[in-house]
């Protein structure tokens, strides 16, 4: 880790950093490249998934070089605990139809996949072209619905993690990199 992206608070919640911030802007442009490559000529709109994805999805926006309109959903599974509830609920919709458009979901971190399992289900019924999705992190061992992640940005091991967007109870999601929660009190 360089001494630009060492963690500069000194809050005992902020763990080991997993992924600094300079990988993070090494992989996004990776990712940009990628679907810039797999969407030419093509009209792109690019879902974020809020309040975490909105780091990731105005990076990976501007590393991108197809022409992409950008829209949000809000959905909540978590609360202001560390394990998923399971139960997923839309708190802010798309604001216009997807119908016949290539849609790429933008998240922050797929973990145990039930919340993405849900968002597919729903946007697939409103009949897009395409549906693809670009998840920043991905929690492999923690999955229990099968769902298929385009293009990823990370995998990292089963731990609670904050930093780039990423929360616990609406906290730390202004850190450069990617952390290890430690133990919350």
Do not use: W
Request: proline residues 4%; hydrophobic residues 40%.
């Amino acid at each position: 880790m360089s001494e630009t992206t060492a963690p500069t608070s000194t809050d005992p919640a902020i763990g080991e950093v997993l992924v600094t911030e300079d990988e993070l802007a090494t992989r996004i442009r990776e990712l940009g490249r990628q679907i810039s490559a797999d969407y030419a000529g093509r009209d792109l709109l690019l879902v974020g998934v809020l309040k975490g994805a909105v780091f990731f999805l105005s990076d990976l926006m501007r590393a991108l070089e197809v022409t992409c309109e950008v829209d949000f959903m809000a959905v909540a599974s978590y609360g202001s605990s560390t394990d998923s509830s399971g139960v997923v609920r839309i708190l802010k919709d798309l604001d216009a139809s997807i119908e016949g458009r290539d849609v790429l979901i933008v998240e922050d971190i797929v973990d145990s996949g039930l919340t993405l399992s849900y968002l597919l289900r729903t946007m697939r019924a409103r009949e897009p072209a395409s549906l693809e999705v670009c998840a920043l992190l991905t929690k492999p061992e923690r999955r229990k619905s099968n769902v298929e992640i385009r293009y990823t940005g990370f995998e990292i091991p089963n731990r609670f993690v904050i930093g780039y967007g990423l929360d616990h109870a609406q906290r730390f999601r202004q850190l450069p990199y990617v952390a290890v929660l430690n133990d919350p009190l």
